[in-house]
């Protein structure tokens, strides 16, 4: 394996902007393929946003969790292309053998099969999937971000034990989370004795599962950018040990995930055009307008991802000269990454980016855009060749190791 410090090909920030372009013309024309109605194969949303969800959370697997293991000592390219057939082999099984015929023998609403077999709409059992990944991507990666791997280390566990460990760990509270937030919704669609219904009415004004959607995809958010433009702050002001910091960590950031989504109500109205509540309002009622407002806070959020994930993986936290570890540069990084996601939404729905340029044929009229866009799955796969490209790549052919 190549030694010494990765360093940017053709320096920053050209490397940044080159890898920037290449991440989307890939993420683009992957998506006309698959998704784009347009295009050969017309998976938007579903089964789409079902397949993109689980290649990230088995990627978490594979990088976040297992260390590359078993693929970690070979050379790259190689390693990435096997690492990236490895994710699709492991895409199928999780979502065609553990959900729809393992998990699917208990939980009604996660059997495709038994759902096609009766008539009922298949599309339940992809939702039913998407929702355990909206839960993991937060469950399995917070122990080793908030709470620094404990409880598998510090141990002598090595690869692939410790990675096992880590994802038994985070299936078991992943299984207690998708319980309370996400079993209850499904026990209002298909209604009868066996599942309790959406408790969260009074709380969300709708009987949804965007509701959890609207806050849970905020805390994803502040998880994430922790680590990464964030460099840990400002959970690095908590000195206490694990498993205090951790704990203390994730009520912070639910709170704060919270009041974000709650924001997000208030303010939406804002540059939504009023008649959209109204075409809401008139086809399910005023628990519709509710469900939007949740469901839309999550997609404000999921406008984060890209300018938080590639300053830090392509732009190695530039931060104008300011020292990249110090408060000044936190603050920068925060607000520009808060001015790139907002440029991005623009172009998404006022630019109508999502009509143009991915064939989403609800958005034509301004007042359809906001509540037919879709712009999650959007901002989900546009993520996903960047991840690929650190995660399993380590940034090959964008970086280079320097002896």
Same mark, same amino acid.
Request: contains cysteine; aromatic residues 20%.
């Given at each position: 394996?190549?030694?010494?410090?990765?360093?940017?090909?053709?320096?920053?920030?050209?490397?940044?902007?080159?890898?920037?372009?290449?991440?989307?013309?890939?993420?683009?024309?992957?998506?006309?393929?698959?998704?784009?109605?347009?295009?050969?194969?017309?998976?938007?949303?579903?089964?789409?946003?079902?397949?993109?969800?689980?290649?990230?959370?088995?990627?978490?697997?594979?990088?976040?969790?297992?260390?590359?293991?078993?693929?970690?000592?070979?050379?790259?390219?190689?390693?990435?292309?096997?690492?990236? /057939?490895?994710?699709? *082999?492991?895409?199928?099984? $999780?979502?065609? &053998?553990? =959900?729809?015929? +393992?998990?699917?023998?208990? #939980?009604?609403?996660?059997?495709?099969?038994?759902?096609?077999? /009766?008539?009922?709409? *298949?599309?339940?059992?992809? $939702?039913?999937? &998407?929702? =355990?990944?909206? +839960?993991?991507?937060?469950? #399995?990666?917070?122990?080793?971000?908030?709470?620094?791997?404990?409880?598998?280390?510090?141990?002598?566990?090595?690869?692939?034990?410790?990675?096992?460990?880590?994802?038994?760990?985070?299936?078991?509270?992943?299984?207690?989370?998708?319980?309370?937030?996400?079993?209850?919704?499904?026990?209002?669609?298909?209604?009868?004795?066996?599942?309790?219904?959406?408790?969260?009415?009074?709380?969300?004004?709708?009987?949804?599962?965007?509701?959890?959607?609207?806050?849970?995809?905020?805390?994803?958010?502040?998880?994430?950018?922790?680590?990464?433009?964030?460099?840990?702050?400002?959970?690095?002001?908590?000195?206490?040990?694990?498993?205090?910091?951790?704990?203390?960590?994730?009520?912070?950031?639910?709170?704060?995930?919270?009041?974000?989504?709650?924001?997000?109500?208030?303010?939406?109205?804002?540059?939504?055009?009023?008649?959209?509540?109204?075409?809401?309002?008139?086809?399910?009622?005023?628990?519709?307008?509710?469900?939007?407002?949740?469901?839309?806070?999550?997609?404000?959020?999921?406008?984060?991802?890209?300018?938080?994930?590639?300053?830090?993986?392509?732009?190695?936290?530039?931060?104008?000269?300011?020292?990249?570890?110090?408060?000044?540069?936190?603050?920068?990084?925060?607000?520009?990454?808060?001015?790139?996601?907002?440029?991005?939404?623009?172009?998404?729905?006022?630019?109508?980016?999502?009509?143009?340029?991915?064939?989403?044929?609800?958005?034509?009229?301004?007042?359809?855009?906001?509540?037919?866009?879709?712009?999650?799955?959007?901002?989900?796969?546009?993520?996903?060749?960047?991840?690929?490209?650190?995660?399993?790549?380590?940034?090959?052919?964008?970086?280079?190791?320097?002896?």
């Amino acid at each position: 394996m190549a030694t010494g410090e990765l360093k940017p090909r053709w320096g920053q920030p050209l490397t940044g902007i080159i890898s920037f372009f290449v991440f989307f013309a890939i993420a683009w024309l992957l998506w006309f393929i698959f998704s784009d109605s347009r295009g050969p194969v017309g998976w938007f949303p579903y089964p789409f946003v079902m397949y993109l969800a689980m290649m990230i959370l088995v990627g978490i697997w594979q990088h976040m969790l297992l260390g590359d293991w078993p693929f970690q000592n070979i050379e790259q390219p190689k390693r990435g292309i096997i690492m990236t /057939i490895a994710n699709l *082999v492991l895409v199928w099984f $999780v979502i065609d &053998v553990i =959900f729809y015929r +393992i998990l699917g023998l208990g #939980f009604n609403f996660m059997n495709y099969y038994g759902l096609e077999a /009766i008539e009922k709409p *298949v599309v339940m059992a992809q $939702v039913a999937v &998407v929702c =355990f990944v909206l +839960i993991g991507f937060y469950t #399995f990666p917070v122990s080793t971000i908030f709470f620094g791997k404990w409880p598998v280390q510090p141990s002598n566990l090595t690869q692939p034990a410790a990675g096992f460990a880590e994802i038994a760990w985070g299936s078991f509270w992943t299984l207690i989370c998708y319980s309370v937030l996400i079993v209850p919704f499904f026990g209002s669609v298909f209604q009868g004795p066996a599942l309790n219904s959406s408790w969260w009415v009074t709380l969300g004004g709708t009987s949804h599962v965007h509701w959890v959607f609207g806050w849970w995809e905020w805390a994803i958010v502040i998880l994430f950018m922790t680590p990464n433009v964030w460099r840990m702050k400002p959970w690095s002001l908590i000195t206490v040990p694990q498993p205090w910091k951790g704990i203390i960590s994730v009520i912070i950031s639910m709170v704060g995930a919270a009041a974000l989504a709650i924001l997000c109500k208030k303010i939406i109205p804002m540059w939504v055009p009023a008649e959209t509540f109204q075409l809401l309002e008139e086809a399910k009622g005023a628990s519709e307008v509710q469900r939007f407002f949740w469901l839309h806070s999550a997609e404000i959020a999921g406008f984060f991802l890209i300018p938080f994930l590639i300053w830090h993986h392509y732009f190695d936290d530039i931060a104008l000269g300011l020292n990249r570890d110090g408060w000044a540069a936190f603050f920068l990084r925060t607000i520009g990454v808060c001015a790139l996601a907002a440029g991005s939404y623009w172009i998404f729905y006022y630019g109508n980016f999502g009509h143009w340029a991915l064939g989403n044929h609800h958005m034509t009229e301004l007042s359809h855009r906001f509540a037919h866009g879709e712009s999650l799955v959007w901002n989900f796969w546009w993520i996903i060749p960047l991840l690929w490209n650190e995660w399993f790549f380590h940034k090959w052919p964008f970086y280079i190791h320097e002896e």
